[in-house]
């Protein structure tokens, strides 16, 4: 045996990389990353006619090309997630994973002009909280934060729904897009904004209230991680901040664990907070004269 063949063997023998190397069962399809792409930018095109996609001349070609676009996002999505309830549990029977499937998306269409309500808000919140922003349309074209907190109410309403996996990998698109890290699982209120938005972290378990601002580098974290008998973290458990109402969070600022950022409260650039903040407070460096 050659070199060549001798490497080619290490690589086939999956006894010893069983976690890395995925076997798929027969006729099981496997989720793709650029079918759930389409699938977002369709759904973006849905949730911001004229901007995205098609341009609109008037409103009965809106009602024919948005009824053409969920026509297709309900079966590519349905497709989706039957894989990835596949993918997720090898022994869940497929007639089951189908009907499963079909029902979620089904749901998840009828919440769309509720995501629609709420990205509104959004954009509203990031064009009245930047003084650099010329317009609604300009948010919507051009800044980060819109693209990831459209990724993230897609996948978090599909989280809901208890879809496996592939919230997470909605999510994960927008953060090599924008650099913005929103886990599907945390909870985001309304009128909610990140100011430029690069390397700000937000956890699985975190929950923020409406009318929250936040700058970039943010990071809501998680303190330290319980561990089970066998010495491996406890999953699942809340473990991140919870940032009431009409909180400000500037730059570069590390909240964490499962502590409470009070209403109204203001937290200064560069901090590290692991206690709670009652509300009203303002959180800064102490000035050296």
């Given at each position: 045996?050659?070199?060549?063949?001798?490497?080619?063997?290490?690589?086939?023998?999956?006894?010893?990389?069983?976690?890395?190397?995925?076997?798929?069962?027969?006729?099981?399809?496997?989720?793709?990353?650029?079918?759930?792409?389409?699938?977002?930018?369709?759904?973006?095109?849905?949730?911001?006619?004229?901007?995205?996609?098609?341009?609109?001349?008037?409103?009965?070609?809106?009602?024919?090309?948005?009824?053409?676009?969920?026509?297709?996002?309900s079966r590519l999505l349905s497709e989706q997630i039957f894989a990835g309830f596949c993918f997720s549990d090898n022994t869940i029977e497929l007639q089951q994973a189908h009907r499963a499937?079909?029902?979620?998306?089904?749901?998840?269409?009828?919440?769309?002009?509720?995501?629609?309500?709420?990205?509104?808000?959004?954009?509203?919140?990031?064009?009245?909280?930047?003084?650099?922003?010329?317009?609604?349309?300009?948010?919507?074209?051009?800044?980060?934060?819109?693209?990831?907190?459209?990724?993230?109410?897609?996948?978090?309403?599909?989280?809901?729904?208890?879809?496996?996996?592939?919230?997470?990998?909605?999510?994960?698109?927008?953060?090599?897009?924008?650099?913005?890290?929103?886990?599907?699982?945390?909870?985001?209120?309304?009128?909610?904004?990140?100011?430029?938005?690069?390397?700000?972290?937000?956890?699985?378990?975190?929950?923020?209230?409406?009318?929250?601002?936040?700058?970039?580098?943010?990071?809501?974290?998680?303190?330290?991680?319980?561990?089970?008998?066998?010495?491996?973290?406890?999953?699942?458990?809340?473990?991140?901040?919870?940032?009431?109402?009409?909180?400000?969070?500037?730059?570069?600022?590390?909240?964490?664990?499962?502590?409470?950022?009070?209403?109204?409260?203001?937290?200064?650039?560069?901090?590290?907070?692991?206690?709670?903040?009652?509300?009203?407070?303002?959180?800064?460096?102490?000035?050296?004269?």
């Amino acid at each position: 045996m050659n070199a060549l063949e001798e490497t080619i063997a290490q690589l086939s023998n999956t006894a010893h990389c069983t976690t890395l190397c995925h076997k798929q069962t027969n006729n099981v399809p496997m989720p793709n990353t650029q079918i759930l792409g389409q699938i977002v930018d369709t759904l973006r095109s849905i949730l911001f006619p004229g901007y995205f996609g098609h341009a609109i001349s008037n409103a009965s070609m809106l009602s024919y090309q948005i009824g053409v676009h969920i026509e297709e996002v309900s079966r590519l999505l349905s497709e989706q997630i039957f894989a990835g309830f596949c993918f997720s549990d090898n022994t869940i029977e497929l007639q089951q994973a189908h009907r499963a499937a079909h029902e979620a998306t089904a749901v998840f269409i009828k919440r769309l002009p509720m995501l629609r309500d709420m990205l509104g808000t959004d954009v509203d919140a990031t064009f009245e909280g930047d003084p650099a922003a010329k317009s609604c349309m300009e948010v919507i074209f051009c800044y980060p934060i819109i693209r990831a907190i459209t990724n993230y109410r897609i996948a978090h309403e599909l989280l809901l729904l208890d879809v496996p996996l592939i919230p997470r990998i909605i999510t994960e698109m927008a953060h090599s897009e924008t650099g913005i890290d929103i886990h599907p699982g945390a909870t985001i209120g309304e009128y909610f904004t990140i100011d430029h938005g690069t390397g700000t972290v937000i956890g699985e378990t975190a929950v923020i209230g409406n009318h929250v601002k936040i700058y970039q580098g943010v990071t809501l974290g998680a303190k330290s991680f319980p561990l089970d008998q066998n010495g491996k973290p406890i999953k699942g458990i809340p473990r991140h901040p919870i940032i009431e109402d009409n909180v400000i969070i500037y730059a570069n600022s590390t909240i964490l664990g499962r502590i409470t950022i009070g209403r109204n409260a203001i937290i200064g650039g560069n901090m590290w907070v692991d206690k709670d903040v009652e509300a009203g407070s303002m959180i800064t460096q102490r000035r050296r004269d």
